[in-house]
T-cell receptor, first 112, second 119 residues
């Protein structure tokens, strides 16, 4: 199972772009990269996922390197409400056996 | 988008009692649901995978007789913590996956969690 490595914490000024890196050097060809975030005392919130192409939605952009060994989640204009723990997860398995295994994530603090 | 509802959000009970937590998928049918536990300042730990109409699959180290899981319908899974003790106090979170289409890459959606405190 591919593991992920993220910095434990990051700071970002409000209004600036937050770039959260993730290393997943042992990812296999059919595994997707998922990003979730958890605001204090809530359940995780799905943000975005991708296989090899860059992805963008209303919340964020996901940039995956060509060799797929790392990715970056970009919050284009961070706000105080984006303060949370961000988890980069590689999908384990396939079909109904597939499950998400959480690492320690990156604690993003957005400041004024 | 897909919504997962969890109830109750917060419960306090005496040691030795059993507590049931419900997880519902509100706008989709979930053949598979997941139960996680999170202790303070730690990450989520998967406890078990619940499949509709069959027995749950428990992760290593999780006592199946302690944490009873029932997934009787496509929209409801329940977790019962039996004979709860203070060390079972934790944040319990359920998750459901939108059924796969041609690809098994549908995201999981999470409930808002249940904070369980055992006195």
């Amino acid at each position: 199972d591919a593991k992920t490595t993220q910095p434990p914490s990051m700071d970002c000024a409000e209004g600036r772009a937050a770039n959260l890196p993730c290393n997943h050097s042992t990812i296999s060809g059919n595994e997707y990269v998922y990003w979730y975030r958890q605001i204090h005392s809530q359940g995780p919130q799905y943000i975005i996922h991708g296989l090899k192409n860059n992805e963008t939605n209303e919340m964020a952009s996901l940039i995956i390197t060509e060799d797929r060994k790392s990715s970056t989640l970009i919050l284009p204009h961070a706000t105080l409400r984006d303060t949370a723990v961000y988890y980069c997860i590689v999908r384990v398995g396939a079909g109904t056996a597939s499950k998400l295994t959480f690492g320690t994530g990156t604690r993003l603090q957005v400041t004024l | 988008g897909a919504v997962v509802s969890q109830h109750p959000s917060w419960v306090i009970c005496k040691s030795g009692t059993s507590v049931k937590i419900e997880c519902r998928s509100l706008d989709f049918q979930a053949t598979t649901m997941f139960w996680y536990r999170q202790f303070p300042k730690q990450s989520l730990m998967l406890m078990a995978t619940s499949n509709e109409g069959s027995k749950a699959t428990y992760e290593q180290g999780v006592e199946k007789d302690k944490f009873l899981i029932n997934h009787a319908s496509l929209t409801l899974s329940t977790l019962t913590v039996t004979s709860a003790h203070p060390e079972d106090s934790s944040f319990y979170i359920c998750s459901a996956r939108v059924p796969p289409t041609l690809h098994s890459n549908q995201p999981q959606h999470f409930g808002d969690g249940t904070r369980l405190s055992i006195l």
